[in-house]
């Protein structure tokens, strides 16, 4: 499937007005594993204000989907790396398969860019029901670190 129109798809800020729209994105049951709730995602923007970028998905006036970005935070705690990228992709369980993970990721890099970034960073849990082969699709590569039990992959925005 593909998307209906290009043109109607955004980005919304999450708001009181759209909140309850962002908890009802759901993945597939066997991608719970892979990804965090979008109640979790936000709680942990809630106390990482400095850093997380939650959105809701939107392809007109249909939710459909979630993401959440980070930027510039430390990532070995030390001050030696600074990094932006993807923390969460969540997108809904029945429209999956029609480019709104390519325009979630697309929409990050542009604001990385926007803020003068050049690398897009994202973490995956390896499995058959995973979201490597959409990475990698996407272009990111292995960096060959660990996040706790998850990959790490980066791509070079150019």
């Not at 990532?75 to 029609?98: P, V, Y």
């Not at 709104?100 to 973490?123: H, K, N, P």
């Amino acid at each position: 499937m593909t998307m209906s129109s290009g043109a109607s798809l955004r980005l919304e800020e999450i708001t009181p007005s759209n909140v309850d729209a962002a908890l009802a994105v759901k993945v597939r049951p066997d991608q719970e594993f892979a990804v965090a709730p979008v109640v979790k995602s936000l709680a942990e923007a809630y106390v990482h204000l400095d850093v997380a970028w939650p959105r809701l998905i939107m392809d007109g006036d249909r939710p459909v989907g979630f993401l959440m970005a980070f930027f510039d935070i430390d990532w070995k705690l030390d001050g030696t790396m600074i990094r932006s990228g993807l923390w969460r992709l969540n997108i809904a369980a029945g429209e999956q398969g029609r480019g709104y993970g390519r325009f979630a990721v697309q929409s990050v890099a542009d604001e990385i860019r926007r803020r003068g970034g050049r690398e897009l960073y994202v973490t995956w849990h390896e499995g058959g029901h995973g979201p490597e082969g959409f990475y990698r699709g996407l272009g990111f590569r292995r960096t060959g670190e660990l996040s706790g039990d998850q990959v790490v992959g980066v791509l070079a925005l150019e």
